[in-house]
């Protein structure tokens, strides 16, 4: 007996009326009322995703991008239908942005499924918005194809070439510091962001594209061309008529998505010094389709996968720089012996096949030869110990190296408002070879997880000259940031691990050789504070309602990607990095 054919473009997911033949009649009913042709119905039906907002400056050209895109899609013989999701913007999202993925990622999933298409163009670009599409695309389980805004151009403050947001940081820094007024912290203002677009350094935005590309969900070269180009309207018409052909070929995303993309994902995420972020949504998506992703194995092909790509935060260059240099494919051309080449891509070929045909390597500097990197091991580094059993991590190409081994005495925040009142204070009691420690900004603690874990330096120290100190936290921090910052200590503090115990004057070691975090207090004290921390923690209100009700009742750490428990897979069948024999 023959397995019937699936329906495809309006036939698909009909309306529930309880009559099929009536529920196709009035769609197209409705659809002809926006002038189509019965012609046009019966092409294949291409969904593209509008996340275009007034509230989100780095999807300011998702116009432009959405009529290239309609024009490849109609030039390879599809009906493109555009239709709007979330949008998250960074600067613009309360609390945080991360707070709202998953209610992106839900929208996303929710929207593909429910409405009629045979292959979907997302368009992402900020932060959270890629990891949110990749995620609801895989649970969707419809050919998904995503096309990036691109990163923005850089600007110029008195003859230095400035962009969002490494150079943010380190000129509010100045000001912190005194060493910049505040005259001269406007002018720099009007100067960070140079046009719309992701930041311009190798932040989450940029490590999102990089990684994506690596999986195979974008056409090769999609990761790099800023937002402004007729690079970038290219790779959207491209995009548009790749995604056609994923229809005919019923290309899904766990097709493409597999154990060993994951892994080349992370390499690359490795190689090109990218954001602490990036491990968080890798694990996310992957959680989706029944793939863990093994933090030991990570932090295993990490000792053997330099940092290649000098871009900022890690390097001195911006997006523009790695775009002319070749973009990822000079990464992957370098990486190729450790890479799995026989991972599909969304084309249809595999990743060996698309290096093979990608342009000639030529003379530049921003992608490095293995035989000289940046940095001699990949960018982000495991650590584990009594103050973060279940795991934590740090960027160690972004760390100042004299204090990658470390010990000190630990100045300790409650949480966010604690630091915020004390942070530059004249009489806090801190010292430059000190750890500051910020706890319950995790997942739950803030909630949201915010980008806190970048603790300021104390005014009075910074107005010292110090520039890094080691900082330890539940949290995470922005992609686009530097410093000797531990972050993602698992469990959080607002669920009583470790980190909870710790008090203004205990020791702590830091040693990213020995892949280690250690409170220096004895077993018996650490039993002690954790029975009496316990004893003391009155019963927390649960919210009586809504998104946020939602989200800590059913959010996980960081280990799982911080997404909810029940939009990960089921079980999980497979783990990234592969086993090794």
């Not at 009326?17 to 002038?35: C, E, N, P, Q, W």
């Not at 937002?227 to 097709?255: C, F, H, N, W, Y």
């Not at 970048?454 to 000259?465: D, N, S, V």
């Not at 989200?551 to 990607?561: C, K, S």
Request: charged share 20%; aromatic share 4%.
């Amino acid at each position: 007996m023959e397995t019937p054919t699936p329906p495809t473009g309006f036939h698909k997911g009909l309306t529930s009326y309880g009559d099929a033949g009536f529920s196709y009649f009035l769609r197209t009913a409705f659809i002809k009322g926006g002038g189509f042709s019965n012609d046009a119905l019966a092409r294949p039906v291409i969904g593209l995703i509008n996340t275009g907002s007034g509230y989100n400056p780095c999807h300011g050209n998702a116009p432009a991008l959405l009529e290239a895109a309609k024009r490849g899609i109609m030039l390879a013989g599809g009906l493109p239908v555009e239709f709007p999701t979330i949008s998250i913007h960074e600067s613009f999202a309360h609390p945080t942005s991360m707070f709202l993925r998953n209610l992106m990622a839900m929208d996303t999933e929710e929207m593909i499924r429910a409405q009629p298409m045979d292959a979907v163009v997302m368009i992402g670009g900020c932060d959270k918005t890629v990891p949110a599409q990749l995620m609801g695309a895989a649970s969707a389980g419809v050919p998904a194809i995503q096309l990036f805004t691109g990163s923005m151009l850089t600007g110029s403050h008195q003859g230095e070439r400035v962009g969002a947001c490494s150079d943010c940081r380190r000129f509010w820094g100045n000001f912190r510091a005194g060493e910049i007024d505040e005259a001269e912290i406007n002018r720099v203002n009007d100067q960070l962001i140079a046009s719309v677009g992701t930041c311009s350094v190798m932040g989450t935005a940029s490590t999102m594209a990089c990684v994506t590309e690596a999986l195979g969900m974008t056409v090769p070269g999609g990761a790099s061309p800023p937002a402004v180009t007729a690079d970038r309207m290219r790779i959207a018409e491209l995009t548009g008529s790749t995604a056609v052909a994923m229809a005919a070929q019923r290309l899904t995303p766990d097709k493409i998505m597999t154990p060993a993309a994951f892994e080349n994902a992370l390499r690359v995420l490795l190689a090109i010094g990218g954001s602490t972020n990036g491990i968080i949504h890798l694990t996310a998506i992957a959680g989706r389709l029944g793939i863990a992703i093994d933090l030991e194995a990570f932090d295993r092909i990490g000792r053997d996968t330099p940092v290649l790509v000098d871009l900022k935060p890690s390097g001195r260059y911006y997006m523009e720089d790695f775009h002319h240099a070749g973009g990822l494919r000079s990464v992957l051309r370098e990486l190729r012996p450790l890479l799995h080449l026989d991972a599909l891509t969304v084309t249809g070929r595999t990743l060996g096949e698309e290096l093979d045909a990608a342009p000639p390597a030529f003379a530049q500097e921003i992608v490095r030869p293995r035989a000289q990197p940046i940095y001699a091991e990949g960018g982000i580094a495991v650590l584990r110990g009594n103050l973060a059993p279940g795991g934590a991590i740090i960027k160690q190409s972004a760390a100042s190296k004299h204090l990658l081994e470390h010990e000190g005495r630990a100045v300790v925040f409650e949480n966010a408002a604690d630091m915020a009142n004390r942070i530059d204070d004249p009489a806090l009691d801190v010292a430059a070879n000190d750890i500051l420690v910020l706890k319950r900004i995790g997942p739950i603690g803030a909630p949201g997880m915010p980008e806190a874990g970048y603790l300021p330096i104390p005014k009075k120290l910074a107005r010292q000259g110090v520039k890094d100190m080691v900082r330890i936290s539940d949290g995470r921090m922005s992609g686009t940031a530097m410093g000797t910052i531990v972050l993602h200590v698992i469990p959080e503090a607002a669920l009583g691990g470790p980190l909870a115990i710790v008090q203004t004057g205990d020791r702590i070691r830091l040693s990213v050789t020995q892949r280690s975090l250690s409170l220096l207090v004895s077993d018996a004290e650490i039993a002690a504070r954790t029975a009496a921390l316990k004893a003391a923690a009155p019963e927390a209100a649960a919210p009586e309602r809504g998104y946020r009700r939602l989200f800590l009742d059913h959010v996980t750490q960081a280990d799982q990607g911080c997404d909810f428990d029940f939009l990960r897979a089921v079980k999980m069948t497979a783990v990234a990095p592969l086993k090794r024999a």
